[in-house]
């Protein structure tokens, strides 16, 4: 593992920026740090480059500390343990894996304002926006809905792959509920849809639970943040203080700082979240579509609980669909995914009642008859009939008519009351 003294050639050409945002070439003293637990006094020079008085081994190249908590890294000669910093107040600290925080003595230097404070924001929810889950209603932000798009995803799988999922979760007695209903999970939905399930059903806390959404609905950039924050997390746990002494060899564009900062404000307010924490740290760098509002919420009201999250994310229909597994069995005229199939039903019905309202040889219409003849035949999370449903959804099920009805019993959503 690279000391901090190691990364002194890197530094040397930023360090002149931590002060005046430029490198010079003359070495000025620019502040003092006066270390009042160990009697030392040490000078900070325009270049980055910091000497104690009288002891000529303490020297070495400061840097931003790359976890925004603080201002400078002094010194990190095991970062993972033991380093010292200039916060934001201008006080020197030493921050111990073991021991925690302590206040050495202070820096008189230019500390500029701290561009994290206030970074978090408390959610709004004054308008009833949200997502009907098994424990209730389960509100969303209002920063985050679009109401001209509430529409998710249909799920729906094929009776042969129901079939296989209870031979699996069948113990030669009885039909193994949570095991059946995590098969069928899979079965029907998508790998983002899979990740966020799997995220909330394998985090420990709120916390984490947060993370690891972090890096599931973002990108590559996110998904590495996640991955140094959940590091992090293992060694240090809820101690954010402890945080920057992961962190002092990363090096980035400040986003990890952002996030970081976010969560820790977040938690002087007693709770965690991942809402609050992707709209703190920027709705647009995250994939937060309604079909991921809708499997997020539901994920997340349910615990990870697999048929509870199925019928929540796949609606009403799907819901009834299951419960027929566990009473009539599979397929044929009265089982569960077979002839009578209730997603498919209600996905008929509104083909017949679009017919109705606008004809039968209407362009829409054909759409979306044929598109459930075709998810019936092979049903799956990226087939397009998927994305058929959930456009023309969010373009005639905001009507209050026949249509609109149907559809918001068909197609996931959620609901939207201005």
């Not at 003293?29 to 081994?57: M, S």
């Not at 200039?86 to 304002?113: H, K, M, S």
């Not at 509430?150 to 007695?173: H, I, S």
């Not at 404000?265 to 979240?273: A, E, I, L, W």
Request: hydrophobic residues 35%.
């Amino acid at each position: 593992m690279k000391t901090f003294f190691k990364t002194q050639i890197v530094l040397l050409a930023i360090a002149g920026q931590l002060f005046y945002g430029s490198v010079v070439s003359a070495q000025q003293q620019i502040g003092t740090l006066y270390d009042n637990v160990h009697g030392l006094v040490t000078r900070l020079y325009d270049n980055g480059y910091f000497q104690a008085d009288g002891q000529p081994q303490i020297n070495g190249m400061v840097q931003r500390d790359p976890s925004g908590l603080n201002y400078l890294l002094i010194q990190a000669r095991n970062p993972y343990v033991n380093a010292y910093y200039v916060n934001w107040n201008r006080q020197f600290i030493e921050v111990d894996r073991y021991q925690g925080t302590r206040i050495l003595g202070t820096c008189d230097c230019p500390v500029p304002a701290n561009p994290y404070a206030g970074s978090y924001k408390p959610l709004h929810y004054t308008r009833n926006f949200g997502v009907e889950t098994p424990e209730g209603f389960s509100k969303l932000p209002d920063e985050i809905v679009d109401v001209n798009r509430p529409y998710g995803n249909v799920m729906l799988t094929t009776e042969f792959q129901a079939q296989q999922c209870y031979q699996d979760a069948w113990t030669g007695t009885t039909l193994d509920k949570e095991k059946f209903s995590l098969c069928m999970v899979e079965k029907m939905a998508g790998e983002r849809e899979l990740e966020i399930f799997n995220c909330v059903r394998n985090s420990g806390s709120a916390e984490e639970r947060a993370v690891c959404l972090l890096g599931v609905t973002g990108g590559a950039k996110e998904r590495e943040i996640a991955q140094k924050l959940a590091e992090c997390r293992s060694m240090y746990g809820n101690d954010w203080s402890k945080y920057p002494l992961c962190m002092s060899e990363t090096f980035g564009d400040g986003s990890i700082a952002k996030v970081l900062n976010c969560m820790q404000q977040q938690s002087k307010t007693g709770q965690v979240s991942f809402m609050g924490t992707a709209l703190c740290y920027g709705v647009s760098n995250l994939d937060l579509n309604p079909e991921t509002q809708i499997i997020v919420e539901c994920a997340a009201a349910t615990g990870g609980n697999a048929y509870a999250f199925a019928g929540c994310a796949g609606g009403q229909l799907l819901t009834r669909e299951l419960d027929k597994c566990f009473t009539a069995g599979i397929g044929g005229s009265s089982g569960c995914f077979g002839e009578n199939n209730e997603i498919v039903k209600g996905l008929k019905e509104v083909g017949e009642l679009l017919k109705v309202e606008f004809g039968e040889n209407n362009d829409m219409v054909k759409l979306w008859n044929n598109s459930v003849n075709d998810f019936k035949n092979g049903p799956g999370p990226n087939h397009e009939a998927v994305k058929v449903f959930r456009n023309l959804g969010n373009e005639m099920g905001r009507t209050s008519n026949k249509v609109g009805k149907a559809i918001k019993k068909a197609v996931p959503k959620i609901r939207i009351t201005i």
